[in-house]
């Protein structure tokens, strides 16, 4: 009994630790903003200076021995860390994260702590055509998008983790309220014309499926069905 108390004691502490990193995380060094998000088992950390993008690394997580301990599955800064293994210590007080770094300790200013009707990773899983009807798209191939939305903010990731391929990521800041979803581009990889902008669509939950519907940066008229991964 003692044993099996033991064991779950530390389950708890496991969880209420992902559970406290869960969420976005910002951090100003001089002029380059770093946004560090946490999202069912998935991390991305992103660096820009004004519009001009920097870096970004995501990959997947889980907290073990109060550390994190991630294995990354893109890198825009040095695609031969992609497949590798961090561990990094980490500390929570208050509204802070601490990270203790090789090259020292780094700390981040809590953003939201991840909770909101969207809140996840997600993936695209259908499209409607001209039709009108929605059909499922099928993952084929390493390629990978995922998009991630936190609290307040969203990134959306193009990789292929099996060629150590990036192919693009953008973020910022987004609101779902009745019924329309807006978001406010803050770092884009491709195009840095792009920042500033405001995008807004349709969007509701159905089934655990979010519905995303409006006109494309092009002005095309999209209707796609995301779903959230699962790990």
């Not at 004004?50 to 997580?61: D, E, R, V």
């Amino acid at each position: 009994m003692l044993l099996i108390l033991v064991v779950l004691g530390a389950t708890t502490a496991l969880q209420a630790q992902t559970s406290g990193l869960t969420g976005a995380w910002q951090l100003a060094d001089g002029n380059n903003q770093h946004h560090l998000f946490f999202q069912d088992g998935y991390y991305f950390h992103t660096v820009h200076n004004g519009n001009q993008f920097i870096a970004s690394q995501g990959g997947t997580f889980q907290v073990k021995d109060q550390g994190v301990a991630a294995t990354v599955l893109y890198d825009t800064a040095d695609s031969a860390r992609v497949g590798t293994g961090l561990n990094v210590p980490f500390s929570i007080a208050g509204e802070r994260l601490t990270l203790q770094m090789p090259e020292g300790e780094v700390s981040f200013t809590r953003v939201d702590d991840g909770k909101a009707p969207l809140a996840g990773v997600w993936r695209i899983t259908g499209r409607a055509g001209d039709d009108g009807k929605v059909a499922a798209i099928h993952q084929s191939g390493t390629r990978q998008t995922y998009k991630m939305l936190t609290g307040t903010k969203f990134q959306w990731v193009a990789i292929d983790p099996a060629k150590k391929q990036f192919s693009g990521t953008g973020g910022g800041s987004y609101t779902f309220a009745n019924g329309k979803y807006t978001e406010k581009i803050e770092f884009f990889s491709r195009d840095s014309s792009r920042v500033g902008a405001t995008l807004g669509f349709d969007g509701k939950l159905q089934d655990g499926n979010w519905h995303h519907s409006g006109l494309s940066s092009k002005g095309a008229k999209i209707y796609e069905v995301w779903s959230k991964v699962q790990r």
